[in-house]
């Protein structure tokens, strides 16, 4: 017992080592690619499938928290087959009798659960079945997940990972220009100050009518134009399953589409008063931009307080760029 202990603790402790050691993303990105390689599945996509389950078990209480360099989850008996009266059984041609979805990937006889390659394999695996096109790719998605909203997440992430071709997609900016004359506190939670019934479910960042409002982080715009409410109005989903809504906008940067790629930083449009009206309607309170943040996590969305993070950024943005005062 002692032995078997020490030999575990130690084992563990140079993958520790090892993990700190590699870029995580590259670590991921020569996984993709290299499943790319044998299934012909761009990259991108396995990328997206892996980013959409890792944000979706970092806030999930049903899930194990994502701890390998793939993040990917089967239950043991999804990965087994449903009627394998073994489900951690890995052997490649039992579980495929079983039909269950774990397959080898990484050559060495085993279909393993703690397999980076072979858990990235499965899912390719599965996909494959269906075709590698997008139009494919959205159907075995679907197949797999039967929710529309998690392939539209899904399909977004690919779509931003191919136009920058990496994963390194962390950057966060303020909404408003740093040096921008603006304020903004806490109010998370509030009763609306402008109609409505719910809380107020957002940070108010009161600034000068049309300074520019811009993106905060990279993802794609998943909604614009008008509501009753919001007035003139964005979403943006990142890549780590959360949308970003800027609501009373005094109108958008030219030529700005859904389904359009936005980096932290661009413009899409500037500080307004729109809003409590039909299309067009403005002025009825002083112009800020109400900014929200909502968290999906594969089944629901739920908004949560973006102060703190508001805070954060514009705290790093300045701290980079203090040097010239
Ligand atoms: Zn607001």
Redesign the pocket.
């Given at each position: 017992m002692g032995t078997f202990l020490l030999f575990f603790t130690s084992t563990v402790a140079v993958r520790d080592a090892h993990a700190k050691e590699l870029d995580p993303y590259q670590e991921r990105m020569k996984l993709y690619k290299k499943v790319e390689t044998i299934t012909q599945i761009p990259w991108y996509y396995l990328a997206a499938i892996d980013q959409y389950e890792r944000s979706i078990r970092l806030v999930r209480r049903d899930l194990p928290k994502p701890e390998s360099t793939i993040a990917i989850y089967f239950r043991p008996e999804q990965w087994a087959g449903l009627t394998n009266p073994n489900p951690s059984a890995e052997n490649p041609a039992v579980l495929q009798f079983f039909n269950g979805m774990g397959v080898d990937g990484d050559g060495d006889g085993k279909a393993s659960l703690k397999s980076d390659e072979d858990v990235l394999y499965a899912i390719a695996h599965y996909l494959l079945s269906y075709g590698v096109d997008a139009e494919n790719l959205q159907i075995g998605l679907w197949n797999y997940y039967h929710r529309d909203k998690t392939v539209r997440i899904i399909t977004g992430k690919a779509k931003v990972y191919r136009h920058f071709g990496r994963l390194d997609l962390d950057k966060q900016v303020f909404p408003v220009p740093i040096r921008s004359n603006h304020s903004y506190r806490s109010t998370w939670g509030d009763a609306r100050g402008w109609g409505g019934r719910r809380i107020?479910e957002?940070t108010?960042i009161f600034a000068g009518y049309g300074v520019p409002v811009r993106a905060t982080n990279y993802g794609v715009i998943e909604m614009k134009g008008w509501n009753k409410f919001g007035g003139w109005r964005i979403g943006i989903r990142d890549i780590n399953n959360t949308y970003h809504y800027f609501a009373h906008l005094s109108g958008f940067a030219k030529d700005l589409k859904v389904g359009q790629i936005v980096e932290p930083g661009m413009v899409i449009g500037g500080v307004g008063s729109s809003g409590y009206g039909p299309p067009g309607t403005s002025g009825k309170f002083p112009p800020h931009l109400?900014y929200g943040m909502y968290k999906d996590n594969g089944i629901t969305e739920w908004s949560f307080d973006p102060y703190p993070h508001l805070a954060k950024w514009k705290r790093f943005e300045r701290a980079n760029t203090g040097k010239k005062k």
């Open positions: 107020h957002g108010d109400h």
